[in-house]
């Protein structure tokens, strides 16, 4: 069992930069694939990035390349999203997941564990 714990969202306005950390439960942590989701309002829930066990591969949706980072640190049970030129379509509900599977997916429901989200908001 993973319990994931979202921070670091809030207001912003359009090309501003924010950072949201996922902090997670239990001894495991590297055993575990991480990943960021968002859900705008109306929308279906959508991958953004994902993380490998030991950081070294990445993915992203097309629409955030060059712009977001994710990163790990295994020692402190934590992921990280360094997002830059927030756009005020990146607006939504961020969260964060966890897969047990050594490969990166983007299907959502392939995720076993998820977090509460945080809200990003990038005004114009």
Known sequence: ??????????LVQAGGSLRLSCA?????FSS????WFRQ???KEREFVAAISRRGGTTDYT???KGRYTI?????????YLQMNSLKPEDTAVYVCAAD??????RGVSAWDY??????VTVSS
């Open 1 to 10: 069992q993973v319990q994931l714990v979202e921070s670091g969202g809030g």
């Open 24 to 28: 997670a439960s239990g001894r495991t």
């Open 32 to 35: 575990y694939a991480m990943g």
């Open 40 to 42: 705008a309002p109306g």
């Open 62 to 64: 097309d629409s955030v």
């Open 71 to 79: 990163s790990r640190d295994n020692a402190k049970n934590t992921v």
């Open 100 to 105: 047990s599977q050594s490969a990166l997916r």
């Open 114 to 119: 998820w977090g509460q989200g945080t809200q």
